[in-house]
């Protein structure tokens, strides 16, 4: 079978990694790269530390408007797969680069493979909740992570093409959270030089739209921060960083440690080992309950249901008083439950999409 496997950002990367693996031991995989994340930090370094084949096609498009970037990527995509005639168009998640890959494929009338698919957090003022539903529709695979994801699919009427396979984040949690200390990681520090990972800390990201359009938001977290009785790492991503630079020049925070974005090996490592999270990131609040690590999740909706149980996950609003006493709330901790699977989710992905083949070419 041949597969084209489009990816365009950083948590893409991640789970096209375990994929890809998998995928290449009996089949041919075509990857292209949107161009969506380009900085060293956000693409590369993944596809080094991980062992991700090169891309076979980076199309170099990032930028602009939601509108224009997507166009731009229909329509570079669908160059692609005319040239290379795949059996399936492989999607990951919700970006621009999911959904122009995936309205490409179907309008060639490519079937389109999507992992993690149903997922939905019911509100259209998150720009990723478009991509998801329109991307689900014109799925011929709908593959969840989760059972709340195969019953979001069943609300909207697509069961009959959806399962669920579990979740290639947590197959790469397993895989690879290990493999660095620590002690191992030097942090480069956006106000200059390097740093060690202090012995105790709290591990924070933040970059959606929703928490980065003013100063605000980002000076009521800084100050929550500020109030803990640890640092806080805060690898920051692009669209933050000119933004948390000045605020940690005109205030002197003096415990945060802003650096750079980190490698994935860096960011598990950093998960596993932090006192508490607090992110916006629909990825870390997985990981920090693959880590039993209570989660302070700055949104106003909820993105995983199934972390939010026990107050392991907590939502708040970006309000330093909030975010200080809803990271002193216990959380409880079963290890019985596990909604993720059992971090063998690339095999059963690489199993759906060969029966899904099948299934096509007997008919
Ligand atoms: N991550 C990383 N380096 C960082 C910050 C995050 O490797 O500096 C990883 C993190 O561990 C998680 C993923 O990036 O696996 C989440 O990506 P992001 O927050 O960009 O996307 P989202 O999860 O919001 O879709």
Not at 92 to 111: C, E, F, Q, R, V
Not at 140 to 161: I, K, P, V
Not at 295 to 301: G, R, S
Request: with cysteine.
């Amino acid at each position: 079978m041949k597969i084209a496997t489009v990816v365009g950002a950083r948590p893409q990367f991640i789970k096209a990694a375990v994929v890809s693996h998998e995928l290449r031991k009996r089949h041919q995989e075509i990857l292209i790269h949107t161009g969506q994340h380009f900085d060293y930090n956000m693409s590369e370094q993944f596809f080094r530390e991980l062992d991700i084949p090169d891309p076979d096609y980076n199309l170099g498009i990032s930028g602009g408007t939601h509108g224009q970037m997507t166009g731009r990527m229909l329509a570079a995509i669908e160059e692609v797969l005319i040239k290379e005639q795949p059996d399936w168009v492989l999607v990951y998640g919700d970006t621009n680069s999911t959904l122009a890959a995936a309205l490409a494929a179907a309008k060639l009338h490519i079937p389109v493979c999507h992992v993690e698919a149903g997922a939905r957090v019911h509100n259209m003022t998150n720009p990723e909740e478009l991509n998801r539903i329109c991307t689900d529709h014109v799925s011929a695979l709908l593959l969840a992570s989760t059972g709340s994801g195969y019953d979001e699919m069943a609300n909207e009427g697509l069961q009959e093409r959806g399962r669920i396979v579990g979740d290639p984040m947590y197959d790469a949690f397993v895989e690879y959270s290990n493999k660095l200390q620590p002690a191992e990681i030097t942090l480069k520090l956006l106000t200059g030089g390097t740093a060690g990972v202090p012995e105790e800390y709290y591990y924070l990201t933040c970059h959606r739209e929703e928490n980065t359009n003013d100063d605000k938001d980002l000076l009521e977290i800084f100050n929550a921060a500020e109030r803990l009785d640890a640092p806080t790492v805060y690898p920051v991503h692009p669209r933050n960083k000119e933004r948390a630079v000045r605020l940690q020049k005109q205030y002197q925070f003096s415990k945060m440690i802003l650096t750079e974005p980190v490698g994935y090996l860096e960011s598990a490592c950093l998960v596993k080992n932090a006192k508490k999270i607090v992110t916006d990131s629909g990825g870390l609040q997985r990981e920090a309950f693959f880590a039993k690590k209570k989660c302070v999740t700055i949104l106003n909706f909820v993105c995983w249901p199934e972390t939010m149980v026990d107050n392991r996950n907590e939502l708040s609003r970006p309000l330093a008083d909030e975010i200080v006493e809803k990271l002193q709330h216990v959380q409880k901790i079963d290890d019985a439950y596990q909604p993720f699977g059992d971090g063998h989710s690339a095999i059963k992905i690489v199993k759906a999409l060969e029966e899904a083949q099948k299934e096509r070419t007997e008919k």
